[in-house]
């Protein structure tokens, strides 16, 4: 085959989507993209799943090289094979409809086949590069049309490097001037600003042709506490005649309270024209709106109204809160820290973002976008729910018609509502151990075999299993190096102190 040399020979039963080769190469290595012949020349992709070494090394003979004496054996060593396929005159991937001859030679893939077949192509002007196929200095592009209206899910347990694929992510797609909006607990998004200028990413830099940058002119900060997040703008939503609709969810009115909730509304309105949460709550205390007494009834819903105003996310002028055109611009990141808010509130700001954006989609008032979600199982889990859970969901079944994408982060995939996690075509899937985690990677993902399953829990740290996204069958990723800032780094608890003149070692509380 072209002057190359053989690296196995195809032996045993022989299928039309499985082989084994008898390995004549010591380099061949799991994982590894293959090449075998047809009889009618087309050439055939395959990957190698898994490797056996055969011995006729006996227990007698393993004791007896253990006490030191010689024991003759041999071994050979065998690979199992799982067909890809190849392309046709078309360019329509295709799979063997008779097996392979046993004989056939078996060759190492070449990087021109492996691009063609898996269709890896170097999409610049709308793919998102994310790294290299595992074991080869190939690039691989994520189609970000495909990321976007099929939406897309990012999932790994704690320390797998999900946060930091999201911020390659996001890197690729601010370069194509893509409007995300992001959902970060943590605040570990707003290191985007700043460029990479880690010494140690240097070589990594070099390898995979990345330049520091940081996108301070993209992305701008808001958060409903100031004060934790300093540099952050303060986010406020109109409090001013907040419809009944809006105050029945905020609230999660019962049925049998909200006509006295529309009651205080009518009186409000009729008393104060525009009215505030502030003067629902006051209304609520003091005037009896159904009936000759203020019910009990009445006293809590005052109560939960104060709670509301309590929250500091509701202004009391129209003029003076958070306009969504300035959330959602064309090439604009925005990030919506929620580092030190606590749940109720996250929950509520979450609730009001998700819902403003969707209804403003759907009317074309703001142009299409991505929304980011991290630690999604905390806002729309499994089992209960949140306030943002239904709009979520609603958002992951009808978001890609009206063109808002969903981007589903978590470390913990069984307990993210699996209506929402099915509906991501794209998964970006880094190493996961959890029997329940996996078990629900697995009713999600189409196609998922035994195999993969297995290949997931032994991924190294920044490698990532990814299907969809344009790519016609699952492949392995060397995560690439990021141009900013990895805001999602753990915190060190104790580090060493090396006293350089007596070569002591210390250890400190940091």
Do not use: W
Request: hydrophobic fraction near 40%.
């Amino acid at each position: 085959m072209g002057g190359k040399d053989a690296v196995g020979v195809i032996f045993g039963n022989v299928g039309t989507t499985v082989y084994r080769f008898a390995v004549s190469n010591p380099k061949v290595e799991r994982a590894d993209y293959v090449e075998v012949s047809m009889e009618t020349g087309e050439r055939v992709l395959g990957q190698v799943m898994e490797m056996t070494r055969e011995t006729d090394l006996g227990y007698e003979d393993a004791i007896s090289i253990s006490e030191g004496e010689e024991a003759i054996h041999s071994d050979r060593v065998t690979a199992s094979v799982s067909v890809i396929g190849y392309r046709d005159g078309k360019g329509i991937l295709q799979m063997p409809r008779r097996p392979f001859r046993a004989g056939e030679k078996v060759y190492f893939a070449d990087q021109e086949l492996i691009r063609e077949v898996l269709g890896l192509k170097e999409n610049v002007r709308t793919g998102a590069y994310v790294g290299f196929l595992r074991s080869y200095s190939i690039k691989v592009y994520l189609d970000i049309n495909t990321l976007v209206q099929k939406h897309a899910c990012v999932l790994a347990k704690t320390g797998g490097g999900k946060s930091y694929m999201v911020g390659v992510l996001l890197e690729e797609m601010m370069k194509k001037e893509v409007p995300i909006v992001i959902l970060d607990p943590h605040g570990e998004y707003s290191s985007l600003i700043f460029p990479n200028n880690s010494k140690r990413d240097g070589p990594l830099m070099e390898r995979f042709g990345v330049i520091p940058k940081g996108y301070y002119h993209s992305v701008q900060l808001y958060s409903p506490d100031t004060k934790t997040n300093a540099d952050c703008r303060k986010l406020l939503f109109n409090g001013v005649n907040i419809p009944l609709e809006d105050i029945t969810q905020l609230l999660s009115l019962a049925p049998a309270s909200v006509p006295l909730m529309k009651s205080a509304i009518e009186y409000a309105s009729e008393k104060f024209g525009d009215y505030t949460l502030n003067d629902l709550a006051t209304i609520l205390k003091h005037v009896p709106v159904s009936g000759k007494k203020i019910s009990s009834t009445q006293l809590t819903l005052a109560a939960e109204v104060e709670k509301l105003v309590s929250m500091g996310i509701f202004s009391d002028k129209s003029s003076s809160s958070t306009r969504l055109r300035d959330l959602v611009q064309h090439g604009r990141t925005t990030i919506i820290n929620l580092r030190g808010v606590g749940p109720e509130v996250s929950e509520v700001v979450a609730s009001r973002i998700v819902e403003r954006i969707f209804e403003a989609r759907k009317r074309d008032r703001i142009p299409p976008l991505m929304l980011v979600v991290e630690e999604a199982h905390n806002f729309c889990p499994q089992a209960g729910s949140t306030k943002v859970s239904s709009i979520l969901r609603t958002v992951a079944a009808e978001g890609r018609k009206f063109g808002m994408g969903l981007l589903v982060v978590t470390q913990r995939p069984a307990k993210v509502d699996k209506n929402v996690l099915s509906q991501c075509n794209t998964q970006i899937i880094l190493k996961v151990t959890n029997p329940l985690d996996l078990k629900a990677i697995s009713s999600s993902i189409e196609g998922m075999t035994p195999g993969l399953e297995e290949e997931i829990q032994r991924l190294p740290i920044g490698y990532a299993l990814i299907t969809g996204g344009g790519l016609v069958f699952p492949i392995i990723v060397e995560t690439r190096v990021r141009e900013t800032k990895h805001g999602g780094e753990a915190v060190d608890i104790v580090k060493e102190n090396i006293d350089k003149e007596k070569g002591d070692v210390e250890f400190r509380v940091v």
